[in-house]
Structure formats: C-alpha cells, structure tokens
C-alpha cells in the first residue's frame, strides 16, 4: 500500500514569492492534515480536513497560507507571500477519519522549504 | 493548553536498553503516542496508549500512567538505527487530534 506521497520534496525561494506544496493521503483516508516542523521540534497542526472540508484551521496563518481539498482526495498548501521565517518542513498526515475516535496518523516525508 | 516534557537529547551503547520519558499537562486525556522520525524523514508510528500500564512490540515498549501523566518508551538491544527523534504526542480530553512534543534526539554509539 502506497503511503502519503508529498512533492516537491526540497524547495529553495526568494522572500515574497509564492510556493505551493502538493499532499495525496493514503487511500481511503478521509481525513487529512498539514503540520509544520522546525528544527529540533515537533510538528505543530495547522490544518485539519475531513474529508473536503476544513474543520480545524486556528494555526493557520490566513493572511498569507491558504489549503485547499476540493474532491476530497489531495491538498495543496499555499504561501505567498513567502517570509524568511516560513523555512521548514510542511508534513502532511492522513488517519482513516473514524467518528468520536483518535486514530493513528501517517505522515508523509515532508517538503523541506528554505526561503532566501 | 498542553504541556508535554521530553528530553531534548540521550545517548546509548550498542546493545543496551534506554527509556525516554514523556510527562504531560492536558485537559483530559484520550491517548498518547509515540512516533519515530530519522533525519530528513517521515515521522512513524511506534504505539499508541490509551489504559495504564506496558504494551509490548518487540524491541520496543511503552508505558502509560494517567494519574502521573507519565509515559516512557522502552528500548531493548538497541541498533545503530535506532538513533531517530521520539516524539511523544498527546490527544488531550475533548479532541481526537494529538500536540507533539519537541522530541527526543537519540543518539546509538558503538
């Protein structure tokens, strides 16, 4: 079974430029999630869907990060504009979505984003 | 809010045994888990606790204590590979979405 696929993978822009990073769950997974990872810390949520719809955006810095879901199946994040201090891993996770229940979830390997 | 306490970095012996310990702070409590993640890689899934006391898989253990909000990860003989960040993470009463914790780099010498 194929596990959550991100791309790209690594990701070098200049400030103030936009940059978008693409998330396919693990089949059958109906909820999905994006967390930032900096050094030395955990990943921290910013966002939560289930199934198309956004159902836990608090950490999400809206000004400048957008995600989208649409047929409920794969996501793109999305900064513009990018700041020096967005550099880091954007994980995506996808769990089965089971109601009133914590279910495990499985991460993908991450895109690595630096900005100059 | 929720406050998880792990150490930042440990070391170990090839072949030997190390626990990594994990304290928390939540309102409610509806799980725990342990992820391992190696360099520039996906975090795992290791275990998840929910009750007290020790679940067993293989090298690897866990133990839960509610009533401390205390948990450990036990490993056995441990492998040149097993130096990765533990992460201990916690669903919080109320939610069914686990806070991570900063990790525990770990760190196998020969």
């Known amino acids: 079974e194929a596990g959550v696929v991100q791309s790209p993978r690594y990701k070098i822009i200049e400030k103030k430029q936009p940059v978008a990073f693409w998330c396919n769950p693990i089949?059958?997974?109906?909820?999905l999630y994006w967390y930032l990872q900096n050094l030395g810390q955990g990943p921290e949520l910013l966002i939560r869907?289930?199934?198309?719809?956004?159902?836990?955006d608090s950490q999400l810095p809206k000004d400048r990060f957008s995600a989208e879901r649409l047929k409920g199946v794969d996501s793109t994040l999305k900064i513009q504009p990018a700041e020096l201090g967005d550099s880091a891993v954007y994980l995506c996770?996808?769990?089965?979505?089971?109601?009133?229940?914590?279910?495990?979830?499985?991460f993908g390997p991450g895109t690595r984003l630096t900005v100059l | 809010g929720q406050n998880i306490d792990q150490p930042t970095e440990m070391t170990a012996t090839e072949g030997a045994i190390v626990q990594i310990n994990c304290t928390y702070q939540?309102?409610?409590?509806?799980?725990l888990f342990w992820y391992q993640q190696h360099a520039g890689e996906a975090p795992t899934f290791l275990s998840y606790?929910?009750?007290?006391g020790l679940e067993e898989k293989g090298r690897f253990s866990s133990f839960l204590s509610r009533s401390k909000g205390y948990s450990y990860l036990l490993l056995k003989e441990l492998q040149m590979k097993d130096s990765a960040s533990y992460l201990c993470?916690?669903?919080?009463?109320?939610?069914?979405?686990?806070?991570f914790g900063r990790g525990t780099s770990l760190i196998v010498h020969p």
């Open positions: 996770a996808s769990s089965l979505g089971l109601a009133g229940r914590t279910d495990t979830q499985y």
């Open positions: 089949s059958g997974h109906n909820t």
């Open positions: 869907y289930e199934n198309e719809e956004a159902v836990d």
């Open positions: 939540t309102s409610g409590f509806n799980g």
């Open positions: 606790n929910v009750l007290d």
């Open positions: 993470a916690v669903v919080p009463g109320g939610s069914y979405i686990p806070t």
